[in-house]
Protein backbone atom coordinates (compact mmCIF):
# COMPACT_ATOMS: atom_id res chain seq x y z
CA UNK A 1 0.00 0.00 0.00
CA UNK A 2 1.21 3.07 -0.67
CA UNK A 3 1.65 6.03 1.35
CA UNK A 4 -1.37 7.18 2.23
CA UNK A 5 -0.12 11.28 2.06
CA UNK A 6 0.94 10.60 -1.94
CA UNK A 7 -1.53 10.86 -4.58
CA UNK A 8 -1.72 10.10 -7.98
CA UNK A 9 -2.73 11.91 -10.69
CA UNK A 10 -5.07 10.50 -12.94
CA UNK A 11 -6.54 11.23 -16.23
CA UNK A 12 -10.49 12.21 -16.05
CA UNK A 13 -12.37 10.66 -18.43
CA UNK A 14 -13.66 12.71 -21.33
CA UNK A 15 -17.47 12.81 -20.52
CA UNK A 16 -16.87 14.62 -17.20
CA UNK A 17 -16.44 17.70 -18.95
CA UNK A 18 -19.61 18.16 -21.05
CA UNK A 19 -21.46 16.68 -18.22
CA UNK A 20 -20.68 19.62 -15.60
CA UNK A 21 -21.29 22.31 -18.12
CA UNK A 22 -24.25 20.85 -19.41
CA UNK A 23 -25.14 20.33 -15.65
CA UNK A 24 -24.24 23.97 -14.94
CA UNK A 25 -26.57 25.73 -17.67
CA UNK A 26 -29.64 23.32 -16.32
CA UNK A 27 -28.66 24.77 -13.01
CA UNK A 28 -28.62 28.23 -14.49
CA UNK A 29 -31.64 27.73 -16.21
CA UNK A 30 -33.39 26.63 -13.04
CA UNK A 31 -32.06 29.98 -11.55
CA UNK A 32 -33.44 31.94 -14.23
CA UNK A 33 -36.80 30.06 -14.33
CA UNK A 34 -36.81 30.25 -10.80
CA UNK A 35 -35.82 34.06 -11.13
CA UNK A 36 -38.75 34.83 -13.33
CA UNK A 37 -41.20 32.84 -11.20
CA UNK A 38 -40.52 34.71 -8.79
CA UNK A 39 -40.69 38.22 -10.63
CA UNK A 40 -44.22 36.69 -11.57
CA UNK A 41 -45.39 36.07 -8.08
CA UNK A 42 -43.47 39.73 -7.37
CA UNK A 43 -45.82 41.36 -9.77
CA UNK A 44 -48.96 39.84 -8.77
CA UNK A 45 -48.51 40.33 -5.27
CA UNK A 46 -47.29 44.45 -5.87
CA UNK A 47 -50.80 44.11 -7.89
CA UNK A 48 -52.72 42.59 -4.93
CA UNK A 49 -50.90 45.54 -2.68
CA UNK A 50 -51.99 47.99 -5.09
CA UNK A 51 -55.69 46.61 -4.44
CA UNK A 52 -55.40 46.41 -0.49
CA UNK A 53 -54.18 49.96 -0.91
CA UNK A 54 -56.83 51.39 -2.51
CA UNK A 55 -58.99 49.56 -0.54
CA UNK A 56 -57.42 50.81 2.46
CA UNK A 57 -57.69 54.01 1.14
CA UNK A 58 -61.28 53.52 0.86
CA UNK A 59 -61.47 52.44 4.30
CA UNK A 60 -59.45 55.25 5.83
CA UNK A 61 -61.96 57.52 3.94
CA UNK A 62 -65.00 55.63 5.58
CA UNK A 63 -63.43 55.61 8.96
CA UNK A 64 -62.83 59.36 8.80
CA UNK A 65 -66.64 59.68 7.93
CA UNK A 66 -67.65 57.43 10.55
CA UNK A 67 -66.21 59.16 13.05
CA UNK A 68 -66.94 62.91 11.97
CA UNK A 69 -70.52 61.59 11.98
CA UNK A 70 -69.97 60.02 15.19
CA UNK A 71 -68.42 63.19 16.79
CA UNK A 72 -71.59 65.05 14.71
CA UNK A 73 -73.82 62.80 17.10
CA UNK A 74 -72.27 63.14 19.95
CA UNK A 75 -72.20 66.91 20.41
CA UNK A 76 -75.69 66.82 19.28
CA UNK A 77 -75.76 64.36 22.08
CA UNK A 78 -74.66 66.81 24.24
CA UNK A 79 -76.54 69.94 23.49
CA UNK A 80 -79.26 67.47 24.16
CA UNK A 81 -78.56 66.82 27.50
CA UNK A 82 -77.79 70.48 28.13
CA UNK A 83 -81.45 70.94 27.01
CA UNK A 84 -82.74 68.32 28.82
CA UNK A 85 -81.38 69.33 31.80
CA UNK A 86 -82.48 73.17 31.33
CA UNK A 87 -86.01 71.71 31.02
CA UNK A 88 -86.20 69.65 33.71
CA UNK A 89 -84.93 72.31 35.92
CA UNK A 90 -87.43 74.74 34.31
CA UNK A 91 -89.87 71.98 35.16
CA UNK A 92 -88.79 71.11 38.79
CA UNK A 93 -88.97 75.27 39.30
CA UNK A 94 -92.69 75.90 37.94
CA UNK A 95 -93.88 72.57 40.40
CA UNK A 96 -92.26 74.02 42.94
CA UNK A 97 -93.70 77.14 42.59
CA UNK A 98 -97.03 75.53 42.01
CA UNK A 99 -96.89 73.69 45.01
CA UNK A 100 -95.89 76.55 46.92
CA UNK A 101 -99.29 78.54 45.76
CA UNK A 102 -101.40 75.51 46.35
CA UNK A 103 -99.91 75.01 49.73
CA UNK A 104 -100.92 78.81 50.44
CA UNK A 105 -104.50 78.71 48.47
CA UNK A 106 -104.80 75.93 50.65
CA UNK A 107 -104.00 77.51 54.13
CA UNK A 108 -105.97 80.91 52.95
CA UNK A 109 -109.04 78.35 52.36
CA UNK A 110 -108.61 76.93 55.72
CA UNK A 111 -108.47 79.91 57.61
CA UNK A 112 -112.16 81.19 55.59
CA UNK A 113 -113.21 77.71 56.52
CA UNK A 114 -112.45 78.25 60.20
CA UNK A 115 -114.06 81.94 59.71
CA UNK A 116 -116.71 80.58 57.97
CA UNK A 117 -117.02 77.89 60.77
CA UNK A 118 -117.36 80.68 63.54
CA UNK A 119 -119.68 82.82 61.55
CA UNK A 120 -122.38 80.14 61.24
CA UNK A 121 -121.60 79.09 65.03
CA UNK A 122 -122.88 83.13 65.81
CA UNK A 123 -125.13 82.67 63.34
CA UNK A 124 -126.70 79.92 64.61
CA UNK A 125 -126.84 80.67 67.72
CA UNK A 126 -128.80 84.13 66.78
CA UNK A 127 -131.39 81.98 64.68
CA UNK A 128 -131.79 79.68 67.68
CA UNK A 129 -132.08 82.51 70.00
CA UNK A 130 -134.69 84.55 67.27
CA UNK A 131 -136.53 81.48 67.15
CA UNK A 132 -137.08 80.90 70.53
CA UNK A 133 -137.72 84.97 71.34
CA UNK A 134 -140.42 84.64 68.61
CA UNK A 135 -141.75 81.37 69.79
CA UNK A 136 -141.76 83.33 73.18
CA UNK A 137 -143.73 86.12 71.38
CA UNK A 138 -145.95 84.42 69.90
CA UNK A 139 -147.00 82.29 73.16
CA UNK A 140 -147.18 85.29 75.33
CA UNK A 141 -149.41 86.83 72.43
CA UNK A 142 -151.61 84.04 72.36
CA UNK A 143 -152.14 84.00 76.22
CA UNK A 144 -152.66 87.66 76.07
CA UNK A 145 -149.94 88.46 78.94
CA UNK A 146 -147.97 91.34 77.08
CA UNK A 147 -148.66 94.46 76.05
CA UNK A 148 -150.83 93.74 72.83
CA UNK A 149 -153.27 91.35 75.43
CA UNK A 150 -153.29 94.63 78.02
CA UNK A 151 -153.90 97.37 75.18
CA UNK A 152 -156.70 94.65 73.83
CA UNK A 153 -158.30 94.31 77.44
CA UNK A 154 -158.29 97.89 77.40
CA UNK A 155 -159.75 98.56 74.22
CA UNK A 156 -162.42 95.53 73.66
CA UNK A 157 -164.76 95.70 76.48
CA UNK A 158 -165.03 92.38 78.88
CA UNK A 159 -166.44 89.12 77.69
Known sequence: MPFPGL?????????????A?????????????????MLRVLAAVRGQL???GRLLSSVQDDVRTTVKSVRDLS???RELVVMVR?????????SRRLRRKVV??????EERLQDLDALYGVVHEEVEESALD???????????DGMIGRVRRMLVPGR
Open 7 to 19: LQAAVAPSWVGPT
Open 21 to 37: AISLAVIAVAFVVLALG
Open 50 to 52: SDA
Open 75 to 77: EQG
Open 86 to 94: HEAGAFAQT
Open 104 to 109: RGMDRV
Open 134 to 144: VAAALRTFRRG
